[in-house]
């Protein structure tokens, strides 16, 4: 069994513990900012999933070729742990026509496995705010190159 404590923004695992090994071999710190990066990174790679995060962090991550993964206020990702559990928040983009409710559950289950698999901490919830739909055509700036006709561009503008 694990031994997970939540110091000054991160998290604590015993090694010697974990492993079932008997007597303490020395502690592993596992900052928030990293569990943030775990789960940040298999939200990213759900089928679905347009972009994380909104605003600052959006755009930061468009001019560094990532979005950070830190739990700190304005990140993408945000993550809450104490002893032995953690908590994440996420905003997300969501492409449009996907089944809003499937890709939660599916975003769920790759943070959940990824973040346990990786750090031994049990993730107790996920909460997902989808803030905004990707339409492909919002990306296109040549005008009018829409296979739909001029209706479908008036009603995104």
Do not use: C, W
Not at 60 to 69: D, F
Not at 124 to 141: G, L
């Amino acid at each position: 069994m694990s031994d997970i404590g939540l110091g000054s923004g991160s998290t604590t695992t015993r090694n010697a513990e974990q492993s079932g090994t008997p007597g303490t071999r020395g502690t592993t710190t596992i900052a928030d900012g990293v569990v943030a990066t775990i789960a940040g990174i298999a939200i990213r790679d759900t089928d679905g999933v347009h972009s994380v995060g909104r605003g600052a962090s959006k755009a930061l991550g468009a001019v560094t070729g990532r979005r950070s993964g830190s739990s700190g206020a304005g990140r993408p990702v945000k993550v809450d742990a104490d002893e032995k559990q953690v908590s994440i928040a996420v905003d997300v983009e969501v492409e449009y026509g996907v089944l809003i409710h499937e890709l939660a559950d599916q975003i769920r289950t790759h943070v959940t496995d990824a973040v346990e698999t990786m750090t031994g901490l049990d993730v107790t919830e996920i909460d997902i705010n989808v803030f905004d739909v990707h339409v492909p055509d919002d990306d296109d700036d040549d005008g009018g190159t829409d296979a739909g006709g001029g209706a479908g561009g008036s009603r995104l503008r």
